[in-house]
């Protein structure tokens, strides 16, 4: 099992914590891939617009009559054909939203965090004890902690820690984010990413649960296939019981 080591404010080590190897342990890049891509597609605003043949604005009288003239028989300044003419089939409003499974969701922020973890990027602190809302403050504690980049700082769901908002709210390439609202892409999206040690415990928690779904079913399966051969195995025992 591996461990990481907890920190305080200051940079100085109080700690260590065990890390489950389920959570920090192989990395699926392909299903990083496909929750990023969704992430993105979510965020997308899809307000493009083009005007089609009845939206144009102009006449929608005949300019012509239909033949006689030689020319091309139109039968309105407002066909597609011509310029300032409508779209067809051109892009309209529409949401890119797409639905993505929660297990691959929560399988994608197991891969970020082992991926983070394995670069050295992960770091705990012990807790986020911000005693003054001055961003210059903790600025200082973020230089102790070597950060020198954009950093995502993950905090507990119910945490009441406003000095904590106002302090880190002005600095550039930070983000603050609550441990039930972390998404790979946050992760992937940092260079640095730091939880306190009760946000990074209880999202263990969740991951671990989500993960033991899928073992659980299989020893399922394995204590039920050995539970069907083994009467086999009586009957067969007592064939040859009975011929002797």
């Known amino acids: 099992m591996a461990t990481i080591d907890i920190h305080n404010l200051g940079g100085e080590k109080v700690g ?85 499974p929660r297990k691959k969701l929560l399988g994608a922020l197991r891969s970020a965090l082992a991926a983070k973890f394995a670069d050295g990027k992960l770091i705990v602190v012990n807790t986020f004890d911000v005693k003054e809302a001055k961003t210059k403050e903790f600025r200082k504690a973020l230089d102790a902690l070597k950060v020198e980049s954009t950093v995502l700082i993950v905090e507990t769901p119910k945490h009441e820690n406003r000095n904590l908002e106002l302090s880190a709210r002005n600095i550039d390439g930070l983000e603050l984010v609550r441990g039930n609202e972390v998404h790979p892409y946050h992760l992937l999206r940092y260079d640095r990413v730091i939880f306190s040690q009760p946000a990074l415990e209880k999202l263990q928690i969740t991951l671990q649960n989500s993960a033991g779904k899928k073992h659980r079913k299989h020893g399922e399966e394995e204590g039920a296939k050995k539970a069907s051969s083994t009467p086999r195995r009586r009957v067969k025992h007592e064939k040859a019981a009975e011929v002797a």
């Not at 392909?30 to 969704?38: G, I, N, T």
């Not at 993105?40 to 144009?56: D, F, I, P």
């Not at 300019?63 to 051109?90: C, D, E, F, N, Y």
């Open 16 to 100: 260590t914590l065990d890390l489950a190897d389920e959570i920090f342990g192989a990395v699926n890049e392909d299903l990083l891939w496909e929750a990023v891509k969704h992430y993105r597609a979510g965020q997308r605003a899809g307000t493009h617009a083009t005007k089609a043949r009845w939206e144009v604005s102009g006449s929608g009288k005949k300019l012509w009559k239909q033949k006689g003239t030689g020319r091309a028989r139109i039968g309105s300044i407002r066909s597609p054909l011509w310029r300032h003419g409508g779209t067809v089939h051109g892009p309209q409003p529409r949401s890119y939203d797409y639905t993505f």
